[in-house]
């Protein structure tokens, strides 16, 4: 199963839904440029959706990294939303739970950047 990625907005966030694996190759260079896109256009508030996401390998947790750090280098935020047990359970072994912002809610992701 490839990597799908779809942009929208929702007030002044970008909520980026996702589906499919972040793996090396197709799913981390199409993510790094979705983070691209959306800085180059001015939107630095972002959401990613990683509901859809059933597997993501360490090219792929280095792609969020890297995008975390663009998005905080811009002066932006990120926050990520909707992890499944085994993604989550990755961010935990590899200690980055505490480096993203991680929500169960859209609203409250959104939200989050107001607050």
Known sequence: MSFKATSREVGDVTVIDMDGRITLGEGSALLRDLVRENLAKGRKKI?????????????????LVSGYRMIKSAGGE??????????????????LYTVFDIHSQEAQAIASFHS
């Open 47 to 63: 959401v990613m959706n990683l509901a859809g996401i059933n597997y993501i390998d360490s090219t792929g947790l280095g792609e």
């Open 78 to 95: 990120l926050k990520l939303l909707n992890l499944n047990k085994k993604v989550s359970d990755l961010l935990q072994i590899t200690k």
